[in-house]
């Protein structure tokens, strides 16, 4: 009996001891696979805005206010866009495009001629043409910035009325460069929405125009605020 006893002793502790180990067992496999999901929830985004996966097309318009270089005309509704095509290299956050674009602004507005008190009234088209490299930083989760270089021409048409003279007209091209930056949120695999501000550059564009309303010898820089929409092939 006592051996029959030990015996059933013994199946009965090696049978609990196995039956603890294995409840003691899954707890921590479940607690192990579930910290593993929840780290690769954690830093699925941050993978992705790593950028394991660059796109290779782009395609953007662009919607906003330009600014004048000059005061008497006022800021008006200025409209692009662009195509790019590039891409990364392989463990590198930082993509390269090659863009290509085209923008344009019409600005009109009216003053007095500081040295003789005439009244006038001017209207500007301008008409931007440009190709250039734009890099591009994911910062944080879908957030991206990018900076674009580009150069290219203008096209001015230009016009001014002054009540004591004829009006004049300018038409013309002229070589341009610009500067922009830009802030995107990738909200969807192939779409990101953001914001872009530019400096376009275009030299002594329309002098002639500044000189007969009275404002000295005009400039050629202008400004641009722009709401974008990028969609990502």
Excluded at 14 to 28: D, H, I
Excluded at 59 to 73: D, F, H, Q, R, S
Aim: glycine share 14%; proline share 4%.
């Amino acid at each position: 009996m006592r051996v029959q006893t030990h015996r059933f002793s013994g199946r009965s502790a090696a049978g609990s001891s196995a039956r603890l180990t294995c409840l003691s067992g899954r707890p921590v496999r479940h607690l192990t696979v579930a910290a593993a999901a929840c780290c690769l929830l954690l830093l699925a985004p941050a993978s992705a805005a790593a950028g394991e996966v660059g796109t290779h097309l782009i395609a953007e318009v662009n919607l906003g206010l330009g600014i004048a270089p000059v005061t008497y005309l006022t800021p008006d509704f200025a409209w692009g866009g662009l195509l790019g095509i590039g891409g990364k290299f392989r463990d590198f956050p930082l993509r390269f495009y090659f863009v290509m674009g085209a923008e344009s602004v019409d600005f009109s507005g009216e003053g007095t001629h500081p040295q003789t008190g005439t009244p006038f009234t001017a209207e500007r088209l301008y008409v931007d043409i440009y190709g250039g490299l734009r890099l591009l930083l994911p910062i944080y989760d879908q957030i991206r910035v990018y900076i674009d270089c580009l150069g290219g021409a203008g096209y001015i048409d230009g016009q001014a009325w002054r009540a004591d003279g004829p009006s004049i007209r300018k038409q013309d091209w002229f070589a341009e460069f610009t500067v922009a930056a830009g802030l995107q949120y990738r909200w969807h695999e192939y779409a990101s929405t953001g914001i872009r501000a530019e400096v376009l550059f275009g030299g002594q564009d329309a002098e002639v125009l500044d000189t007969y309303l009275g404002e000295g010898t005009g400039g050629g820089t202008r400004f641009s605020v722009m709401v974008t929409q990028t969609w990502h092939i």
